[in-house]
RNA sequence: CGGGGCGUGGCGCAGCCCGGUUAGCGCGCCUGCUUUGGGAGCAGGAAGUCGGAGGUUCAAAUCCUCUCGCCCCGACCA
């Protein structure tokens, strides 16, 4: 590839609207561009690079025994109605309509299209088992996208599905799958983490997700040092209970104009936001449920709905807690609450004088003493475990570091084969439903992922496994003619051996072609110019280290593969 | 969806409050000369319906109304 001929269009200075390092340089260095929000186009390197990953997760996939499809992007309504996610998933699920008007799902995952190709087509216990996987891009109608092709509502990802006769084949390949991902995650040179993860909307028993360590990353891991992963959402731990024992004191009713926080309620009054017992109105299924919790906590809405037997749990609008509470916002409380299931997680059990909202405008309810001014309907676990609370298997204190969550495995177990009556006949003649498992893998965000992990303050550097090409062959000055002849030779020499080049001919300031090859950040970069040429040799430097090497011209293409073969 | 902010040559921004000549600046781009090992210098040049629609006014990038798009913070997920 010759850069005086790509499109590579690299830019000095950072884009206005890019927050994070891997969507600034893969907008900087030219590897996509902003179509419109949450939808991307790939540039030819950043393409390569999309390439590079999808090819290692099919090599994986392949080597588990797998095998590879596609499906359809547009699936219709009807498909998705039977498995009852037309209603389930939300806004999330991209609709569209024929000429005829008929209802069309763009996939943002395929459980439904996979169960309906196999229903028609397996009938024996003896096709089983076995897994179908597709690279496909997907789209997801995000509430809002962010960070570039991290949140993006058109994606590239591997999504495979496997159907099972029995629990013990599902966990046979549960656990040959993350392998795979394993050594996915592995060759491309990733830190990363298996860990617990709580079912969403696709449903299922088990679920792990792979996070890769970031800073950026918008997904909370709760670790211990026992070997416990598990996202915040999914994470099971202890939570210290406060000092109690407080003198018994008749409730107060006291003045908060505009304190609808914990924060300002906590700051206000002068207690410990512990102190304070927040209460927050839910619509789970479409019904509201008023929770209690600590005010120091969050409520884990994951749990609030397996509490609840809820598929959907959000928090109530507005209009609905100003109907339950007869009050704003912000001054909802469980005193004098009629008419609601109101849940309690247990750290709100050994309190024995809070303070809690009114349920009337600008004012909040002090000592108030659960059980003597309030009830609740039930106690249960609802709380967002935290960093600093113990572990729940050996108790020690949890740890947490934020990662983005590039691949996810579920065991679905028959939720979608039930749903849509595919069944198998086994070996007792009897129809069974398929006990189907699910894992897909992000393959546009681990691009992002890689480049999150792997860049300097001069721009990406790539590892090789999956870099867009492995060299770039840099000519310091194309006006003299040695120059340009070593560079070709190198160039064609390193193409005729299968190596994949740039070739930067571009009749620009050394300067700004080295500015761009540290941005573009390919494993090796060859200079090739006066300097070394007066000595018989051209510089190799290697990307992610700086560490630099002179070549003698004759033969350098040998010797240039041979340091490839040295890197990662 | 709630909260905050922004739309002005390809990119990054100023101008807007307090309407008033040819709408500026840096980078990039084109031409020429010089220059050539870490984003060059000089000279010349191209490129903007000021997001869109409506309104107010003698006059609108600037004021008003509506609208579209984009970004950030929160609830969702590969």
Redesign the pocket.
């Known amino acids: 590839m010759r850069w005086s001929q790509a499109l590579i269009p690299?830019?000095?200075?950072d884009?206005?609207?890019?927050?994070t390092v891997s969507h600034r340089l893969m907008l900087r260095a030219g590897l996509i561009r902003?179509l419109?929000?949450?939808v991307y186009n790939y540039l030819p390197l950043g393409w390569r690079a999309i390439r590079k990953v999808e090819q290692i997760v099919r090599e994986e996939m392949d080597r588990a025994g797998c095998q590879e499809i596609l499906m359809p992007i547009a699936s219709p309504a009807e498909l998705w109605m039977e498995t009852g996610r037309w209603d389930v998933y939300g806004k999330?699920l991209w609709r569209v309509q024929d000429r005829n008007g008929r209802q069309f799902v763009l996939g943002p995952?395929h459980e439904e299209v996979v169960t309906d190709i196999v229903r028609n087509e397996v009938r024996s216990y003896r096709e089983l088992p076995f897994t179908l996987y597709q690279i496909q891009t997907k789209f997801?109608d995000?509430?809002?996208?962010?960070?570039g092709?991290?949140?993006?509502r058109e994606?590239i990802?591997k999504d495979a599905y496997s159907f099972h006769r029995d629990e013990a084949s599902l966990d046979e390949t549960y656990r040959a799958l993350c392998d795979a991902y394993t050594r996915i995650f592995d060759r491309l040179d990733l830190n990363f983490r298996a860990v617990e993860a709580a079912t969403?909307?696709?449903g299922g028993s088990a679920s792990h997700?792979f996070m890769v360590l970031s800073d950026t990353g918008?997904?909370e891991v709760i670790v211990c040092e026992c070997g416990y992963a598990a996202t915040s959402e999914r994470a099971e731990g202890k939570i210290a209970p406060p000092p109690t024992g407080e003198e018994e004191r008749p409730l107060e009713r006291v003045d908060t104009p505009g304190m609808k926080t914990i924060e300002e309620v906590s700051a206000f009054l002068g207690v410990e936001p512990w102190r304070l017992v927040k209460t927050i109105i839910y619509e789970a299924d479409g019904r509201p449920v008023a929770t209690l919790i600590r005010g120091d906590r969050e409520v884990n809405?994951a749990k609030l709905g397996l509490a609840l037997a809820a598929d959907i749990v959000?928090?109530a609008t507005s209009e609905t807690i100003e109907k339950v509470t007869g009050a704003p916002v912000g001054f909802a409380g469980p005193v004098g609450l009629e008419g609601i299931e109101i849940i309690a997680d247990h750290t709100v059990e050994p309190l024995t004088s809070v303070v809690v909202g009114g349920n009337e405008n600008d004012v909040h309810l002090t000592n108030v003493r659960p059980g003597r001014d309030f009830r609740v309907t039930a106690f249960h676990d609802i709380a967002l475990i935290a960093k600093g609370d113990s572990c729940a298997k050996c108790g020690k204190e949890l740890d947490s570091f934020r990662g983005i969550?590039?691949?996810?495995a579920f065991k679905l177990g028959t939720k979608y084969s039930t749903s849509m009556k595919a069944t198998f006949l086994d070996e007792d003649g009897e129809a069974k439903p398929f006990i189907m498992g699910c894992y897909?893998?992000?393959v546009?965000?681990t691009v992002a992922a890689i480049i999150e992990q792997h860049n300097d303050k001069?721009g990406i550097a790539w590892p090789l496994a999956a870099a867009p090409l492995a060299v770039e062959v840099l000519a310091?000055?194309v006006?003299s003619d040695e120059t340009r002849r070593v560079a070709e030779e190198i160039y064609e020499s390193l193409r005729a051996a299968g190596v994949e080049v740039l070739y930067d001919d571009r009749d620009d300031?050394?300067?700004?072609k080295?500015?761009?090859?540290?941005?573009v950040g390919l494993p090796l970069r060859v200079?090739v110019?006066?300097?070394?040429?007066e000595r018989g040799v051209v510089?190799v430097?290697v990307r992610r280290t700086g560490e630099q090497t002179d070549v003698p011209t004759d033969g350098a293409a040998g010797e240039i593969q041979r340091i490839l073969g040295t890197l990662t």
């Open positions: 690299t830019h000095k200075e884009p206005a609207d890019a927050e902003k419109t929000s949450g999330e995952t997801r995000e509430v809002r996208p962010r960070f092709v991290v949140r993006a994606f990802m969403g909307a696709i997700e918008e997904s809405e959000q928090p969550e590039v691949s996810q897909g893998l992000g546009s965000r001069d310091v000055n006006k300031r050394p300067g700004a080295f500015k761009d090859a540290d941005l200079t110019g006066d300097r070394g040429l510089e430097r």
